[in-house]
């Protein structure tokens, strides 16, 4: 039986509202809550609990694989026959990508910053393994990477394929389906609605974007605030509303959110993209030894840090209840591995 064939791979048009497009059933969901256990350090305060996101499936691992299960199925219905993306050496998405289209079936050319690591590590060891082609851009290249998945899509077209190109972090009106989605898996699991605040980690805004759609379509008064691992504040404000009024368009529903209601928090991401600084270093290193847990250097190690900062700032009242979505990020932990021995 072909993945095509395969009843996992079918798309489901029975989505939980009658304006959601079609969804291929790629990630195991829905993913657990637990808990965040007591860790040395962590400030008194609120209650904290884990949405378990880093547990979408193996390979498939973190956030992006519930956006792509929308994304692809677009890509399905439009009769492509190979994807195209972008992101940084160590993208968690296009090695999502990589793994949705070997499972599918589809090509995959992905158009990655920097230069070739050699040996590959991490998520790139892993999008050559699962045969993905990898073209590298330069940083201005990368700057101008719509322009740059355009071309792409073109030669291929030249060569007689059917692209289909997909965004950074697949965050566009499609891809925020994937945490509206998550959001009704909430409700299914505690319908008693029990968080006032959904945190995670912002590095191309479609989740922040996608839960701020699903807790208005699901008239949840719950909070999204998310903290950035790149950029500037502004740039995701800006690409948080460009998903929202997207979204509005192309689904005609009536979202409008003023620049004030997102909530994105600046001063966690460190020195760069990927570097991580020893604060944050000593908190993952506490998550792996104290609870078992682990956590990247690139997203969700600066979130955890940030979110643990602004607890012991007194920025959240003692009565409120958190959820921290895990967005994954293994792979990338695994790509700087020095980092964390050397600070033993
Ligand atoms: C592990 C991980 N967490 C969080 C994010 C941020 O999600 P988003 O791109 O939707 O802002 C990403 C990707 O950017 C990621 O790979």
């Given at each position: 039986?072909?993945?095509?064939?395969?009843?996992?791979?079918?798309?489901?048009?029975?989505?939980?509202?009658?304006?959601?497009?079609?969804?291929?059933?790629?990630?195991?969901?829905?993913?657990?809550?637990?808990?965040?256990?007591?860790?040395?350090?962590?400030?008194?305060?609120?209650?904290?609990?884990?949405?378990?996101?880093?547990?979408?499936?193996?390979?498939?691992?973190?956030?992006?694989?519930?956006?792509?299960?929308?994304?692809?199925?677009?890509?399905?219905?439009?009769?492509?026959?190979?994807?195209?993306?972008?992101?940084?050496?160590?993208?968690?998405?296009?090695?999502?990508?990589?793994?949705?289209?070997?499972?599918?079936?589809?090509?995959?050319?992905?158009?990655?910053?920097?230069?070739?690591?050699?040996?590959?590590?991490?998520?790139?060891?892993?999008?050559?393994?699962?045969?993905?082609?990898?073209?590298?851009?330069?940083?201005?290249?990368?700057?101008?990477?719509?322009?740059?998945?355009?071309?792409?899509?073109?030669?291929?077209?030249?060569?007689?394929?059917?692209?289909?190109?997909?965004?950074?972090?697949?965050?566009?009106?499609?891809?925020?389906?994937?945490?509206?989605?998550?959001?009704?898996?909430?409700?299914?699991?505690?319908?008693?609605?029990?968080?006032?605040?959904?945190?995670?980690?912002?590095g191309?805004?479609?989740?922040?974007?996608?839960?701020?759609?699903?807790?208005?379509?699901?008239?949840?008064?719950?909070?999204?605030?998310?903290?950035l691992v790149q950029r500037?504040?502004?740039?995701?404000?800006?690409?948080?509303?460009?998903?929202?009024?997207?979204?509005?368009?192309?689904?005609?529903?009536?979202?409008?959110?003023?620049?004030?209601?997102?909530?994105?928090?600046?001063?966690?991401e460190?020195?760069?993209y990927?570097?991580?600084?020893?604060?944050?270093?000593?908190?993952?290193?506490?998550?792996?030894?104290?609870?078992?847990?682990?956590?990247?250097?690139?997203?969700?190690?600066?979130?955890?840090?940030?979110?643990?900062?602004?607890?012991?700032?007194?920025?959240?009242?003692?009565?409120?209840?958190?959820?921290?979505?895990?967005?994954?990020?293994?792979?990338?932990?695994?790509?700087?591995?020095?980092?964390?021995?050397?600070?033993?």
């Amino acid at each position: 039986m072909s993945a095509e064939d395969s009843p996992r791979h079918s798309i489901e048009h029975a989505a939980p509202w009658p304006l959601a497009p079609p969804r291929l059933r790629l990630a195991h969901l829905p993913t657990p809550i637990e808990p965040l256990p007591p860790l040395s350090g962590w400030p008194a305060g609120p209650r904290v609990d884990l949405k378990r996101d880093d547990l979408t499936g193996v390979a498939l691992s973190g956030n992006k694989i519930r956006k792509l299960e929308f994304v692809l199925a677009d890509a399905r219905e439009q009769g492509a026959d190979c994807l195209v993306t972008c992101g940084g050496a160590q993208s968690n998405h296009a090695r999502a990508t990589s793994v949705s289209a070997a499972r599918l079936g589809l090509g995959c050319q992905l158009l990655l910053a920097g230069t070739p690591e050699t040996p590959p590590r991490g998520n790139l060891l892993l999008d050559r393994l699962l045969g993905a082609e990898v073209r590298w851009l330069t940083p201005a290249q990368y700057e101008q990477r719509d322009l740059e998945l355009q071309r792409a899509a073109e030669r291929l077209e030249a060569a007689g394929q059917r692209p289909y190109v997909i965004p950074e972090g697949a965050s566009n009106e499609v891809g925020a389906w994937g945490y509206i989605a998550m959001l009704a898996e909430l409700v299914a699991q505690h319908p008693s609605r029990p968080w006032t605040h959904i945190v995670c980690a912002t590095g191309s805004g479609g989740t922040h974007a996608g839960l701020l759609i699903g807790s208005r379509l699901l008239q949840w008064d719950v909070r999204v605030r998310s903290y950035l691992v790149q950029r500037t504040r502004d740039y995701f404000v800006d690409q948080v509303l460009r998903i929202t009024e997207a979204f509005a368009a192309r689904y005609e529903v009536p979202l409008e959110f003023a620049r004030e209601e997102i909530d994105i928090v600046a001063g966690f991401e460190g020195p760069a993209y990927a570097e991580p600084y020893d604060e944050e270093i000593a908190l993952i290193r506490a998550a792996a030894r104290e609870g078992g847990l682990l956590f990247d250097p690139v997203y969700t190690g600066k979130a955890l840090t940030g979110l643990r900062a602004e607890i012991a700032a007194r920025r959240f009242a003692p009565d409120d209840r958190i959820l921290f979505v895990h967005t994954g990020g293994i792979f990338g932990l695994l790509a700087q591995g020095e980092r964390f021995l050397t600070r033993a």
